[in-house]
């Protein structure tokens, strides 16, 4: 029972934390400023970790490689405590365990693009006229605008946001599938 606390907490924090990490390196991509509360706030909770590794991880074409980086370190972390508190000794599955890592972040990251596209379509239904529907709008644009060239409106809905939710979906499925066959429990 305490293992299965102790997973749930350590999955909820490491989660929370490296969608906050992978979003910092997103709103870097999409140019959205420094001075809304979203960024603020995302800027606040990362720096401690992300500063550093700035000094010795530059940006480059745009690209924020250092929140990056420690979203990948982040996810190391992760996966060897949930390695650990399942009773496995992770150096015996070493590089097993990068691999997982990564498969972690892509997780993270496409748990953010569902979070982000569910809250977006909220907003526009209940308040679109919302501080926060700009920002919204401009994180999940780039996934969004090439499905609206495809997917026709119907009676005026948009439906690009359900078809994105399924493509990430599957994707989420294909990525926990290979997660849990190479460590044998789920991340």
């Known amino acids: 029972m305490f293992g299965e606390i102790a997973r749930f907490l350590l ?12 979003l910092r390196a997103w709103l870097q991509v999409v140019r959205l400023p420094p001075y809304n509360p ?3 706030g995302v800027l606040q909770a990362t720096n401690w970790l992300v500063l550093p590794l700035r000094r010795v991880i530059p940006g480059t074409r745009g690209i924020d ?9 982040t996810a ?31 997780k993270w990251a496409l748990n953010l ?10 907003l526009s239904w ?9 920002i919204l709008h401009q994180l999940t644009a780039p996934f969004l605008n090439p499905l ?23 994707l989420l499925m294909i990525v926990t599938r290979a997660a849990v066959s190479l460590t044998l429990f789920g991340i």
């Open 11 to 22: 999955n909820t924090v490491f989660t929370l934390f490296g969608a906050v990490l992978i």
């Open 38 to 40: 979203v960024s603020n």
């Open 65 to 73: 490689w250092a929140s990056i980086v420690a979203a990948l370190l």
């Open 76 to 106: 190391i972390v992760y996966v060897v405590l949930m390695v650990v508190t399942s009773g496995v000794d992770p150096l015996s599955i070493m590089p097993v365990l990068l691999i997982v890592a990564l498969l972690t972040l892509l």
């Open 113 to 122: 693009i569902i979070w982000l596209t569910i809250l977006m379509a909220l």
């Open 126 to 134: 209940l308040n679109p006229r919302s501080p926060a529907m700009p």
């Open 148 to 170: 609206r060239r495809f997917v026709p409106q119907v009676g005026g809905i948009d439906l690009s946001p359900i078809v994105l939710f399924v493509i990430v979906q599957v």
